[in-house]
């Protein structure tokens, strides 16, 4: 009953790695994607002219759009070092330890009952010593 019950929670922790897998993935191509957006933006906001006829109201908004650039590239690279690359980790570790965890199981229940049986086999002894030591007492005391 304990085996059946493991085998699901196996089955389960098997399905949600994979389901974590495919987020960690996701999440990578998040950040990829903004990595590509702020570039996007440093290189039209670079291109805009620098020259005095350019009104200080778009020179302002340039530079917004450079700090906005900035922190997306600031924003995908945590994204992708302290989130993404950590959960794959720790989803690859689960994927390839959940299967053993079963085996491992069988091994240890195998190897238990293996004991148990030994243990009973010297306690019969232990039994029939103990049975033949009385009955050479009372032939004795006779």
Do not use: W
């Not at 957006?37 to 759009?65: D, H, K, W």
């Amino acid at each position: 009953l304990h085996g059946s019950g493991l085998q699901l929670v196996i089955q389960r922790t098997t399905k949600l790695t994979k389901a974590d897998l495919q987020a960690s993935a996701l999440l990578y191509d998040v950040s990829t994607f903004c990595d590509s957006y702020s570039q996007s933006i440093q290189r039209v906001s670079g291109n805009l002219p620098a020259s005095s006829t350019v009104s200080s109201q778009l020179q302002g908004t340039n530079r917004s759009l450079q700090t906005f650039s900035q922190k997306m590239q600031t924003f995908a690279s945590k994204l992708r070092t302290n989130v993404s690359k950590p959960l794959h980790s720790s989803m690859q570790a689960m994927t390839e330890t959940a299967p053993h965890i079963h085996q491992r199981y069988i091994e240890t229940r195998q190897k238990a009952e293996k004991t148990r049986n030994q243990a009973l086999r010297e306690r019969e002894k232990y039994l029939k010593v103990v049975q033949e030591a009385d009955e050479a007492i009372i032939k004795l005391q006779r």
